[in-house]
């Protein structure tokens, strides 16, 4: 492994705290493939009595924004289904998410933060048309428009309410979230309507510009706010689990059939 499983247990341990948008599992085990498995990583959507397992590329760094622990872990959080036009919700709130929670547990600089998130990669994608959530557009224009649009609802809310309560009241949402659905969402979290604003920057090529306000530390800020998420959530109890035969096994097989 690139980093000490210890160090990757604590980080993952305080990621999950930090993060409070709900649909904790009440086991999240962590598998580390080593080679020849080259992929970042990946969550299985199986959840069977809340535990559920993913696996992270052994050489996998905790140091970057573009990090492939916090980012499965994230997917593990997300309970919600999406409807039209928010296919690109799941890599994108993944991504900008994996990249704040490196930030937040002092992982990286927020310089390095900020420089990850303005990506003009993809910048002329049409969210509202991506269908494929492995779409790069879901992860690069998407990951500019969610930092974007958590500067807006803090703004709105002078600080009081983020993105994560978005994220909160997608998870607690019956039925599919449409984009309609999530700006009536967002409309809550901000105390205002950004109909216009979503308009332009999920269903246009337009691209939004990122404030300075985000790399601030929200933890105790959001506590009172989202204490409501911590309410009925069961305790994360994280495992690293190291099986290199079977994962050699499981990677020589897909190198087989590649």
């Given at each position: 492994?690139a ?8 980080a993952l ?14 086991r999240?085990?962590?598998f580390v493939a ?33 990090n492939?622990w ?16 928010m ?15 490196a930030h ?11 420089d ?18 492995t ?5 690069f ?5 969610l ?9 709105a ?6 993105l ?8 607690a949402?019956?039925g599919?979230?449409?984009d ?10 901000a ?13 246009t090529?337009?691209?939004?510009a990122v ?15 989202q ?7 069961a305790s ?13 096994g499981?990677g ?7």
């Amino acid at each position: 492994m690139a980093e000490l499983p210890d160090t990757v247990a604590d980080a993952l341990a305080e990621a999950s705290d930090d993060l409070r948008v709900g649909a904790r599992n009440e086991r999240l085990t962590v598998f580390v493939a080593p080679a020849p498995i080259d992929a970042p990583g990946k969550l299985s959507r199986a959840q069977v009595e809340g535990r559920q397992d993913m696996y992270v590329g052994a050489g996998r760094p905790l140091d970057t924004a573009d990090n492939a622990w916090f980012h499965e872990h994230v997917h593990s959080r997300q309970s919600y289904e999406t409807g039209s036009g928010m296919a690109w919700f799941d890599d994108a709130s993944a991504e900008y998410y994996a990249a704040w929670l490196a930030h937040e547990g002092d992982h990286v600089s927020r310089e390095a933060f900020y420089d990850y998130v303005r990506t003009d990669e993809a910048s002329d994608a049409v969210l509202r048309d991506t269908e494929s959530v492995t779409d790069s557009a879901s992860y690069f224009k998407g990951i500019r428009v969610l930092a974007a649009l958590d500067g807006e609802i803090r703004d709105a809310s002078d600080g009081e309410r983020t993105l994560q309560d978005v994220f909160v009241a997608m998870n607690a949402h019956e039925g599919p979230v449409d984009d309609e659905a999530f700006a009536t969402l967002v409309e809550e979290a901000a105390g205002e309507p950004r109909d216009e604003w979503l308009a332009t920057y999920i269903g246009t090529d337009a691209v939004p510009a990122v404030p300075d306000t985000l790399g601030d530390r929200t933890t105790d800020r959001l506590a009172a706010a989202q204490l409501r998420d911590e309410v009925g959530d069961a305790s994360l109890v994280g495992a690293v689990l190291f099986v290199s035969a079977l994962v050699v096994g499981v990677g020589t097989l897909l190198t087989r059939r590649d």
